[in-house]
């Protein structure tokens, strides 16, 4: 049976993930809490700069930009942002030049965050890099990515945004809306899951992976882990999320407020910092299954799922989306010490 929206055929689009990507059980960690089955969805594989959610997004933001004949592509996000890292590779598969601004979020002043990880990274694929002193102002930051795009229109170049800001129409979650087709295309031979754990930060994954499932007639309960904010002010922004889908789809939204089922227990100490539950989080899913996860991301999710996954039965199954991440893990690298083990090299 198909599973298509056939709204989404009216934007352009530019392939950059190796999609479908994988979906399986992890056996051990199953065994370890011995309850639920618990799976995995892989789009920490989707190929692009060493992988992650953000190609799904950003398939649509650089099939708008190739329309509008940009040059360049400008974008926000925290020092270690997987999104701007990926940003400059899309830009540099489609012939673009890349400008970041690299927004004060995490009070951390250790030099191997400020060097290494997805600014690493970001820097070796050529990024033209951009300072903004605040962390916790999105109206701000998008202001200054269009100074940013004025300085650059005056010296002759066509750049084109992707803005970090409520007020501006998602298009990047429309990656997850087709995530959503993919993913009712791998539960048709009979898996199916009785909750799906994915992080909530910006919303555009979360909000366009519910409102896609919705959308193709799937119930199946979708749950997000703070990242970003406290659930509080979470709910409406994914209800505003999937509302601004629907209008970019011209359709309906078949998303309800009984929908939008967050979880912000695993958010303390704030955004970019660990806790205990994420230590343990990411100790648990390498030295079960050899997955790695991040302490922003995918550490605070697998915490969720992971408290999940003590109160289910083992008549239930579910589902962990991993949204990639790991290049922070080496911007992170002071905060990790309670799960490293002892090195050669250490005395």
Do not use: W
Not at 48 to 71: M, S, T, V
């Amino acid at each position: 049976m198909p599973y298509a929206i056939r709204a989404l055929d009216e934007f352009p689009r530019c392939s950059l993930s190796q999609a479908p990507t994988a979906l399986h059980k992890m056996p051990n960690l199953t065994a370890h809490f011995g309850g639920a089955g618990l799976y995995i969805k892989r789009d920490d594989c989707t190929g692009l700069a060493l992988g992650g959610n953000k190609a799904r997004q950003l398939e649509f933001y650089i099939g708008q930009a190739k329309a509008e004949r940009a040059d360049t592509v400008i974008i926000t996000g925290a020092v270690q942002s997987n999104y701007t890292r990926m940003a400059a590779a899309a830009a540099r598969m489609s012939g673009m030049e890349c400008h970041i601004q690299l927004e004060a979020r995490v009070a951390n002043d250790s030099a191997i965050y400020h060097r290494s990880g997805n600014l690493l990274l970001s820097r070796i694929l050529g990024a033209t890099l951009h300072t903004y002193p605040h962390g916790e102002d999105e109206a701000g930051a998008d202001q200054a990515l269009e100074e940013i795009a004025e300085s650059l229109r005056k010296s002759g170049r066509r750049p084109y945004v992707i803005h970090l800001g409520q007020n501006h129409p998602p298009l990047g979650a429309l990656g997850y809306v087709v995530a959503a087709q993919e993913l009712c295309q791998q539960m048709e031979a009979g898996l199916g899951f009785d909750e799906i754990i994915v992080a909530s930060g910006s919303g555009a994954t979360h909000a366009g992976l519910l409102f896609g499932l919705r959308a193709l007639g799937n119930k199946t309960p979708v749950r997000g882990i703070c990242v970003r904010r406290e659930a509080k002010a979470q709910t409406p922004r994914i209800a505003a999320r999937c509302q601004q889908i629907a209008d970019l789809l011209k359709m309906e939204n078949p998303v309800q407020s009984g929908d939008i089922l967050l979880n912000d227990e695993a958010f303390a100490p704030g955004y970019g910092q660990m806790s205990e539950a994420v230590i343990e989080a990411i100790t648990l899913a390498a030295r079960t299954e050899g997955i790695l996860l991040d302490p922003v991301y995918t550490g605070k999710t697998m915490a969720g799922f992971i408290a999940r996954a003590r109160q289910a039965t083992t008549a239930q199954n579910l589902l962990f989306i991993h949204t990639g991440g790991q290049p922070a893990l080496f911007g992170y690298e002071d905060d990790l010490g309670p799960l490293l083990s002892d090195s050669p090299f250490d005395n």
